[in-house]
C-alpha cells in the first residue's frame, strides 16, 4: 500500500511543527513530527483500525483517522492508497476539519 499525503495534510504537519518549534523546541517538534509520521506502520499493518470520521460524511467519501498523541489523522482508502487528507488536534473544533481541499 502507498501512501500519499495531500499538500493540505503537508501543510497541516507544517502548521503543527512550526508551532511547537515556536512554543517549545525544535527537539519537541521533531518528536511530534515523528510521532505523527509513525501511523503509516498501523495504517498498512491494519489498514481499517482507524474509526470512521462522522463530521465528513458530506463530502461522499469513507474518511476515517487514527490517533497519534493529541492530532487526528484523517485518511481515507483509495485503492491500493492510503490518502492523509489532514492532521487534526483533537482538541480543537471538529467542524474545523471540513475543508475543500481534502
Given at each position: ?6 499538500d493540505?495534510?503537508?501543510?497541516n504537519?507544517?502548521?503543527?511543527f512550526d508551532?511547537y518549534s ?9 518528536n511530534i513530527?515523528k510521532?505523527?509520521l ?5 495504517l498498512?499493518?491494519?489498514?481499517d483500525?482507524g ?5 465528513l460524511?458530506k463530502?461522499?467519501k469513507?474518511?476515517r483517522?487514527?490517533l ?10 483509495n ?5 492523509i ?7 480543537q473544533n471538529?467542524?474545523k ?6
Amino acid at each position: 500500500m502507498e501512501i500519499i499525503w495531500t499538500d493540505f495534510a503537508i501543510e497541516n504537519l507544517k502548521i503543527i511543527f512550526d508551532f511547537y518549534s515556536a512554543k517549545a523546541s525544535k527537539k519537541v517538534a521533531h518528536n511530534i513530527r515523528k510521532q505523527i509520521l509513525k501511523t503509516k506502520k498501523q495504517l498498512i499493518s491494519h489498514p481499517d483500525s482507524g474509526q470512521t470520521v462522522l463530521h465528513l460524511e458530506k463530502l461522499e467519501k469513507d474518511y476515517r483517522y487514527v490517533l497519534s498523541g493529541n492530532y487526528k489523522i484523517i485518511y481515507r482508502i483509495n485503492d491500493a492508497q492510503f490518502i492523509i487528507s489532514g492532521v487534526f488536534d483533537a482538541r480543537q473544533n471538529p467542524d474545523k476539519m471540513v475543508n475543500e481541499k481534502r
